[in-house]
């Protein structure tokens, strides 16, 4: 069964920084998806980035970047120029390519962007 | 962007009464999931749907039941309510197999 490990409980930067929030994961799949999803207080789960893994490339959305490392089974989430509405929980996600494709998440991040 | 509608936002409800969490899409998604979350803690799969007439049990044990008679809609059913049930219940879609999740607003259920 794959798991999904974040191990920072909470995190807490100031407007304008740069945050960087980590994600392991445990699978024998080649192929898969991961994700990263945000959570503001009282609001509705929204996508924030994704990559497959096939794909070299760290993918990218805006502000939002990630570093993929396959062989570490790592999938961390960099939030660059922090802005208040940044603040959320964030959960990285995981789904195999084939079979049941289920999401299997972690344990969620609360970030703070602090003014 | 997607609608997937959940109601009620909020429920507040006496153990032993029986309740019904409803879920509803209108992208014509096959897929369709109810997450169960506590507060601020990571959301457990507890139902799956693959399509009209397809259920299965998700990762977390629970003593909630779905249905899926139709596309757009995905209720899930607590029969005897208890203290226990007390959390978050997440409904998410999607449609093809590499698209991600579209999720409700979610319903807060609270059981006395």
């Known amino acids: 069964a794959q798991t999904v490990t974040q191990s920072q409980p909470e995190m807490s930067v100031q407007e304008a920084e740069t945050v960087t929030l980590s994600c392991t994961y445990d699978t024998s799949e080649n192929n898969y998806y991961l994700f990263w999803y945000k959570q503001p207080p009282s609001r509705q789960m929204i996508l924030v980035i994704r990559q497959e893994a096939y794909k070299q490339q760290n993918a990218t959305e805006n502000r939002f970047s990630v570093n993929f490392q396959k062989a570490a089974k790592s999938f961390s989430l960099k939030i660059s120029d922090s802005q208040l509405g940044d603040t959320a929980m964030y959960f990285c996600a995981f789904m195999k390519h084939a079979g049941a494709q289920k999401l299997v998440f972690g344990q969620g991040t609360r970030l703070t962007i602090n003014p | 962007e997607a609608d997937i509608y959940q109601t009620p936002r909020y429920l507040v409800i006496g153990t032993g009464k029986k309740i019904t969490l409803e879920c509803s899409q209108t992208?014509?998604?096959?897929?369709m999931y109810w997450y169960q979350q506590d507060p601020g803690m990571e959301l457990h799969l507890i139902h799956y749907?693959?399509?009209?007439?397809?259920?299965e049990k998700g990762d977390l044990s629970s003593e909630s039941t779905v249905s899926r008679i139709r596309t757009e809609h995905f209720p899930l059913t607590l029969e005897s309510a208890r203290p226990s049930h007390t959390s978050q219940y997440l409904c998410?879609?999607?449609?093809?197999?590499?698209?991600?999740?579209?999720f409700g607003n979610g319903t807060r259920l609270t059981v006395t």
């Open positions: 749907s693959y399509g009209v007439n397809s259920t």
């Open positions: 998410a879609s999607r449609d093809r197999a590499d698209s991600p999740l579209h």
């Open positions: 992208m014509g998604h096959d897929k």
